[in-house]
């Protein structure tokens, strides 16, 4: 029998990056990782292969990315914690010394009638399937998303841009509204309608219809869009059954519970990525985000710790970001809803600028931020920005502020660098100004 | 006599936003702001008037910027500091309560024979010079720019965009030398080169030569460049005499002596922005760091202080941006020629990767992060990015990180957030990758 001193099930974001790390901290050559798919897409990619990218293969990790380990193909069938080895589909047996458990997720099936017909697809990360799925949408005909999160509008976008007429379909009140604060939400629905995508929120889909394939969906509100296809995308549920039936303990989101180390009950098991159960950087509570980023960070902190703790996971934070009809848009940290929820009094600041200066520059937009603080300790707790391209860093400069816990006062502070090409003004500079608004809300509030 | 509660003397960026803050926070509507120029250049756009922008107008801040304040156009011709007023050249007196000082500051003269002749220009933030200096662009003709500062490989760049043949001179061994790290040095040159423009470093001017024209520079190497005019941008001069007659306390480095909380040593009077000396972050010594965004961070600082001291200022980190020949680079924080001046024993990761991912995104660009570390706290003192668009938010990114002093493991452990269109793979993301292989590089040497 094999045996190698760490074992990494999953071979996706999070295991990648644990096989990365394991041989960056303790120099170690003696991995093996294990996966199911002989070729992995780029979790975040897979909208983008239908339209921006145009092919499956373009949207591929390339192997190289895990340098000395072994990687073998078979899927992982049992683990036996007491003789410390891994039964595979081939009969395999292998030893280890450390494992870690990257097993990803599963997009949700809702209990819909008729999700089983054909031409009805998901975000599955598995080439082939994907593959078939670019296939359908060469087709021609009307396609139906059901669910209006970043995949559901991504694909939305994507179709739209290969000439479909597509309709989503989101029982929330806006797209976005579990991670976004409705104004963004609203902006993003906004953008998509304007390139004629048509969304339809507040309403649920009771029925995918059709005799062989998916002809049309019918909705709680009795309405029915005929369509050639359906995609689904409502979000994932953790592949924790490997783990699970080791014995391991599952969390309440479903996800296999860990420490701050990444270790599960097991303490030569570590847990990282989509499988893994999360806890809020805000209350230590399990919170249900599944991201690709979150993922790597965690492979990071399990690689560095599999002999001995040495970094502590302080939580995750949500940072997300996505484009749609060229309009871009950033979150991190708590909605007010959920602020609101696990018991913060916020204040919100906001602040709007041309994205250069002067605004007279070419190809100055506006651009947005807003930021929220909780009240008792006026330390930021969320934060998003919209619509230019140089969002998706701005919320990491706001995560930075985040994860230091800084205040109104500090941010308004802030010695930000700025550039009529790539920023906006000094005067103006939108982060800052809206720590400012925030403090001046807080002002107006005390006088009051 | 007219008295307000406030006078600003200055109305580019620190005063602008001195008048702006002290609204804001104190609710303050009784402010006179005092400046010379009918129109205030937006500072950081001035090189832009040339190409980019195409007019003098298009770079204007509009006066609407201060508010409720009251706006006078004159020069502040004296300060009496026992009686409280300020003297102005149309004879006028005004009485203050609180003073802020924002005089800005002046271009650089070398001593170079011929500096006064015909054709020489310098970056004078007045709109009718600068509409004279448009005009002389306009024409035909070859340019040397003298300094190859940002400000210098700007205009170089922005003529260059016009059509003019430009020779830029420097003195040190690399253009923006004392801002950046060699490398991103090197790929500013390149960039302009590529682009046609000639860039002669080593090298200083001995003389401007031509009867009342400049018609050529002669260099200390014996070479002559003909040419039809010469920009110099060779750094500024704090614009200190005010202050100085009024007998207030002037630095090290030129500047007005001031406090943490801006005071200078009359505890009325405030001082912000070029006319104000500056502290490091770093080791509280003076800098000579002059830019609008700090500018403006002063006067927000300043004007919360001026009834009761509220605000500190952390100090000066110096965080800049630029873009030449589509070119971006920032910086922020210290050089390693500055860390080890200043007694640092520097560690420092890099970390390069396609600005989007998966790379086979459309306009994918190589995207890199230089960060540099303090060896003995293992905390960042500085870092870089360049070459896409996004890396003015990026330094502000790495900013943060050395405002809140966080260590290689924070960074390396940093929870940011990724997207296709916006930012590099989770697996390769630059920030964060650059702390992780400077951490590497500390364990090599603890092991060896």
New interface residues.
Partial sequence: MEKYELVIIGGS?GG??SA??AQ??HGLNDILVIRMEEKVM?P??IP?IYG??GAVE????PDK?IGAAKLKIAEATSIDRKNKTVKLNDGQEVGYNKLILATGSTPLQPPIPGLNKKNVWFAWKNTDYLGELAKAIDGKGDIVVIGGGFIGLEFADECRKRGHKVTVVEMLEHCLQLVCTTDLCVRAEEALKGNGVDIITSNGVKAIEGTEKAESVFLQSGERIKCSMVIVGIGVAPNVKLAKDAGLEIGPTGGIKVDEFQRTVDPDIFAVGDCAEKYS?FNGLPVPVR???????EG??AAANIFQPQ?R??G??G?????VANT?I?M?GLTDAKAQEIGFETVIGEAEAASK??G???DAHPMRVRLTFDRRSGKIIGGCACCT?????????I???I??E?TM??I????????????A???A?Q??DAA?NAL?QV?KTVKS
Wanted: aromatic share 10%; charged share 10%; glycine share 4%.
């Fill in positions: 974001a990648i990056q990365i790390c960056k901290h780029v975040c990619g983008y921006t990218l373009k949207n591929i990790m990315l950087f991201l690709a980023s979150v993922a790597t960070r990071k902190i970094w996971n302080i995750t934070i940072a997300f970001s996505t484009v871009a950033a991190a200066h002067p007279t520059m070419p391209h140089t969002v998706g860093e701005v919320v990491n400069m995560t930075a502020a994860v230091n800084m006062e500090q308004a502070m802030f010695p930000m660098g700025t550039h009529p090409w790539l920023t003004s000094p005067l500079y982060f800052t400012s001046h002002k």
